[in-house]
């Protein structure tokens, strides 16, 4: 009975994983991927400067490009796409509120895991994560890139040493 309950575990883990590799393998949604340069998007036009964190400088794209404005044959209703020093390290993609849209998630990534504190799905992976987020009418994928925003936070060390080495 132990060497059962093991091997389910063991298969269950192992499946979940395999999951996870298929988004760290498609690493962004479509032909948008997390930590190449922004002028590589198709139909990405500037929107807006803001600040990540509440100190890195970022700017934030929006494309409409017809490429990327279906989901199977649930229709998108915005893509924003955040870059730091033109490298991005976020999207968000906004559709209408379809159970489609989860149901092809979970086949794609594997199972969920809901956080009570931001009432959402997610995904977690080595380099990436994607959350879900589902409103009244309209449903939120957040794709966000671990390597790149470690490199923010690196960027900023920099900053602190130079200003140390001024004194």
Do not use: C
């Not at 059962?4 to 395999?18: D, E, G, K, V």
């Amino acid at each position: 009975m132990r060497v059962l309950t093991i091997l389910l575990l063991l298969t269950y883990a192992y499946s979940n994983a395999q999951d996870v590799n298929e988004l760290e393998r498609r690493n962004g949604f479509k032909e948008i991927k997390l930590g190449m340069l922004i002028d590589s998007v198709k139909g990405a036009a500037f929107k807006k400067d803001l600040t990540e964190r509440k100190e890195f400088p970022v700017k934030q794209y929006e494309t409409k490009h017809t490429d990327y404005m279906t989901i199977g044959d649930v229709p998108v209703k915005s893509i924003l796409v955040k870059a730091y020093k033109g490298i991005i390290y976020e999207i968000e993609v906004t559709t209408g509120h379809d159970p489609k849209v989860m149901r092809g998630l979970e086949k794609s990534y594997g199972k969920a895991t809901y956080s009570l504190r931001t009432e959402s799905y997610y995904w977690k992976a080595q380099t990436l994560s994607l959350v879900y987020k589902g409103h009244r009418k309209e449903v939120k994928l957040t794709y966000r890139s671990a390597p790149v925003i470690r490199m923010m936070y690196v960027d900023k060390g920099k900053q602190v040493e130079e200003v140390a080495d001024d004194f």
